[in-house]
């Protein structure tokens, strides 16, 4: 067993660390007490809401990352190792003890997966990664067009949307759910996956949050087919009822190849859309797709994503997102050619190099890092 290094008693968090001379592994809790990341001599384990434990490891030196999520055997036994060597650490935590010593591996495991479910109706299926620490409500669930290839994150769901009293019973029992560690989350994202595509009946709704997380900026996704046809006092009206950030999966500056892949809108529209949200202060991340298209598309893809991109007036506040483009089950029936690339590590420093010849800032989107 290692001896206690350290012990940081944050406002938002615990975090404790073990080893000698430095830390070796280290335990991070939020102040509900529940743990978030256990890190162990270079393995990796973070803790989903839902309950269920994420490995992520990486073999640098036969540059290959490991995913996966643990059974619920391999989860248990991680979580006694952990709390074996929390234990250690009793009186030194003081006060924080109780806090984080009332949880068990049980509890962790098959409790808060019951809670979870009762909060959110269905899975949180994906968030961009600046919103990865917000509190997530659900005021739709699933997505109105729900038919690009290269989607599968709403495949479980319909669309469909809360009412006002449905909404705010949800929002209140999510407040609830997070408790104390609402003081490790940022901001409040607004799901699932164009929300705001609903219009008038999303006000009252933003208000809801607004009560019951003031002082919290709201963000969410945004999709190019609807948020075009929105005129610029729409977009004043919400930043005015606390949305500060918008998403939009601009995918490719191609239009020919977001009909290959049955993404709706044109992407000259991206243009006059992100002018609106500027004017009306509103920070902006745009998600382009890397490696859609695969060699056939390369040049196409690239050069007029950047063309599009260089028409937009972002600022210092706003990120692309290069998102690898993962193969999923109906990506299996296009050809191939279409949905990879032999050098995805070069073709991401290049988009990275094009992004950054713009004076943008740019940052890695990899969907199979996500979890909640």
Partial sequence: MMPLYRIEKRPTSTVISFGVNAPESYLAFDRAGRPFVF??????????????LHLRYRDLANDWRERRVLSFKEAKEVLERAYEQIGRARTELSERAEEILRWTPDKLLREEKMRFREVYRFPISILPPDA????????????????????????????????EASFRKHVRSVRDFFGQSLSLRRNVFLADGNVLALGEPLLPLMDTVRTFFPGRKIASF????????????????LAERGLSRVSIGLESGSSKLLKLFNKPGEPEEAIELVHALKRAGLAVNI???????????????????MHVLSKLPL????????????????????????TSLPDMDGELRRWFEGVSALGYKASLYDIREFLY
């Fill in 39 to 52: 890190n162990d001599r270079g393995y990796t384990y973070k803790r989903s809401l839902d309950g269920s």
């Fill in 132 to 163: 990865y620490l917000d509190i997530v409500v659900q005021a739709t669930f699933g997505c109105t067009w729900n038919k690009c290839t290269f989607c599968s994150f709403y495949k479980d769901r319909l669309f469909s949307k809360r009412d």
């Fill in 222 to 237: 945004l999709d190019l087919w609807s948020g075009y046809k929105k005129g610029g006092d729409w977009w004043q009206t």
């Fill in 287 to 305: 998600i382009f797709l890397v490696g859609a298209g695969g060699r056939p598309f390369r040049e196409e893809h690239f050069l007029s994503s």
């Fill in 315 to 338: 600022r210092r506040e706003d990120i692309v997102y290069l998102s690898p483009l993962v193969r999923n089950a109906e990506l299996e029936t296009l050809d191939p050619d279409l």
